[in-house]
């Protein structure tokens, strides 16, 4: 079985400081990893993910996160928090290869905060 | 990119009464779409897998009769909560593979029920 674990449940930072999300996961073989971002009252929205190939992956809005298989982590990086990241984001795994019916499992989310 | 819609996006009802939550897959074809709940400040939470033409699957815990979906064409999905009650109240959320294997979220249908 898969799972995945968000470390911090709140995380608060200044304006341009950077923003570190953690996520660790657990799967029997290497997974299809993402992150996306949810604005209140809204749906989600995928910041980025990781298939196979470089294990540092580019998302939207100056965010990466680094496949880590030795760490099982993929943690979510921005160099400098900007006002409009505050916001909620999801971690999440899901078996490798393209099925229509591949479920996706998500972390419990972090609540992301921005300070002035 | 590829669109997934849900109607309406709120909806407040009495209690004991049903309602009927869409999911649209808008410039796609979608023969599995994904129905979550999520309650404030938590995650997402898998109720069901809606096959089309077929029943839906459902995961452990969650009452068939109580959450009916039906996934009658390959672009329409919907879920329908029976005789509502207050602890239904929450926010519904679907989702789809889009062609090129992405996941896509519908913007999430919140039901208040009085």
């Known amino acids: 079985a898969q799972s995945v674990t968000q470390l911090g449940s709140h995380v608060s930072v200044s304006e341009g400081a950077l923003v570190l999300l953690r996520c660790n996961y657990s799967s029997s073989v290497p997974p299809y990893l993402f992150w996306y971002v949810q604005y209140p009252n809204q749906g989600l929205q995928l910041l980025l993910k990781y298939t196979t190939g470089a294990t540092l992956v580019k998302g939207i809005n100056g965010f990466e996160a680094e496949f880590k298989k030795s760490e099982t982590s993929f943690h979510l990086t921005k160099p400098s928090a900007h006002m409009s990241d505050a916001a909620e984001y999801f971690c999440a795994v899901r078996s490798p290869g393209y099925s229509s019916a591949s479920k996706i499992i998500f972390g419990s989310g972090t609540r992301l905060s921005i300070r002035p | 990119g590829a669109v997934v819609s849900q109607h309406p996006s709120w909806v407040i009802c009495k209690s004991g009464t049903s309602v009927k939550i869409e999911c649209r897959s808008l410039?796609?074809?979608?023969?599995?779409m994904f129905w979550y709940r999520q309650f404030p400040k938590q995650s997402l939470m898998l109720m069901a897998t809606?096959?089309?033409?077929?029943?839906?699957?459902?995961e452990q815990g969650v009452e068939k009769d109580k959450f009916l979906i039906n996934h009658a064409s390959l672009t329409l999905s919907t879920l329908t909560v029976t005789s509502a009650h207050p602890e239904d109240s929450s926010f519904y959320i679907c989702s789809a593979y889009g062609q090129g294997g992405e996941l896509f979220f519908g913007e999430g249908s919140r039901l208040t029920v009085l």
């Open positions: 410039d796609f074809q979608a023969t599995t």
């Open positions: 809606s096959n089309e033409g077929s029943k839906a699957t459902y």
